[in-house]
């Protein structure tokens, strides 16, 4: 079965960390770009960082640049999002997909119903 499957997601505290991780089962991850995108209540879904096939190019939106950092273990089938210095604002659904993008900028900026989507894990941040 072709799936990819978020987890980490949970309650933080302002200020904290969570590491969110975005498991590929019955296709190789290796060969797709990957992306980490949310969605708040009543908000558009956005993309937040983005890494290449191969991991040499990443992006990210600048309201998360310099607190989130995505990476990838092909050998584990698997990419990851570290968050933190975590905000308020950061509460949403995280949604993690692969697809063979022109770019990683584009794959995070052009959001669409394109390559292969999790069901999302949620992430809160509060007191």
């Known amino acids: 079965q072709v799936q990819l499957v978020e987890s980490g997601g949970g309650l933080a505290q302002p200020g904290g960390s969570l590491r969110l991780s975005c498991a590929a089962s019955?296709?190789?991850?290796?060969?797709?770009?990957v992306g980490w995108f949310r969605q708040a209540p009543g908000k558009e879904r956005e993309g937040i960082s983005c890494i290449s096939s191969g991991g040499r190019s990443s992006y990210y939106a600048d309201s998360v640049k310099g607190r989130f950092i995505i990476s990838r273990d092909d050998a584990k089938n698997t990419a990851y999002l570290q968050m933190n210095s975590l905000k308020p604002e950061d509460t949403a659904v995280y949604y993690c997909?692969?697809?063979?993008?022109?770019?990683?900028?584009?794959?995070?900026?052009?959001?669409?119903?394109?390559?292969?989507w999790g069901q999302g894990t949620q992430v809160t941040v509060s007191s």
């Open positions: 997909s692969a697809d063979l993008p022109p770019s990683v900028q584009n794959m995070c900026e052009v959001v669409g119903p394109y390559g292969r």
């Open positions: 019955g296709f190789t991850l290796e060969h797709y770009a």
